[in-house]
């Protein structure tokens, strides 16, 4: 069975302060893939990054990192310098690869409120 | 990405109603998904939308509670059946990418049953 658990429920930081979001995972496959998504107050799910089992870099894009540990089996996120706009609940999620398996297992989410 | 598109964005219902919610893709896809998220929590997956085919149920959703149907390779819906206030959510329909398991979601219906 997949699992994903994000132990932070809710995190409030003040602008420009740097924060990191965890997520840890369990999963028996060998081949998997893991995403972040953001949910703004107004609903809709934005897909911010997929990164598969097999890639251990580390990516950065602009303000965002994601940092995947296999050995730890977590997928954390930071964003830097936090904007008022970051505020938004984030879902890590899991799926497994192979045959047309693409349903995602999303963890519980974590709530980031950036006040000004 | 694919931009998928779904009717209504929001509606509040009776109870014992039904809802029938839309989602239109704007490129042919395998595959559709359809999720719940209630309220304060995660995405869980209802069904996925098979094209010529019944569609495929997760553990604790059923077909009549939550029928659906997939004419063509574009659109599906979902019916949410005689409402109850615990059916209140957002209703998420999601597709594929080319590239498998990448996903993308719609904006979301969200229901309020009184």
């Known amino acids: 069975a997949q699992k994903v658990t994000q132990a932070q429920t809710e995190i409030s930081v003040v602008e420009k302060e740097d924060v990191t979001l965890d997520c840890v995972y369990e999963t028996r496959d060998t081949t998997y893939y893991l995403f972040w998504y953001k949910q703004p107050p107004s609903g809709e799910l934005v897909f911010l990054i997929r990164?598969?089992?097999?890639?251990?870099q580390n990516e950065i894009s602009g303000r965002y990192s994601w940092n995947f540990q296999k050995s730890t089996s977590s997928f954390n996120f930071t964003i830097t310098a936090s904007q008022v706009v970051d505020s938004a609940v984030y879902f890590c999620a899991l799926s497994n690869s192979g045959g047309s398996n693409y349903k995602l297992t999303f963890g519980k989410g974590t709530l980031l409120t950036v006040n000004p | 990405s694919a931009v998928i598109s779904q009717k209504p964005s929001r509606d509040i219902c009776q109870r014992g109603t039904s809802l029938t919610i839309q989602c239109q893709v704007d490129s042919q896809v395998t595959m559709m998904f359809w999720y719940r998220q209630q309220p304060g929590q995660s995405l869980t997956l209802i069904a996925t939308a098979n094209q010529g085919s019944e569609a495929t149920y997760e553990s604790g959703f059923v077909i009549d509670k939550f029928p659906i149907s997939r004419p063509n390779l574009t659109f599906s819906t979902l019916t949410v059946s005689n409402m109850s206030p615990e059916d209140s959510s957002i209703y998420l329909c999601?597709?594929?990418?080319?590239?498998?398991?990448?996903?993308?979601f719609g904006p979301g219906t969200r229901l309020t049953v009184l």
């Open positions: 990164r598969n089992s097999f890639d251990e």
């Open positions: 999601s597709v594929p990418r080319m590239d498998p398991n990448e996903q993308f």
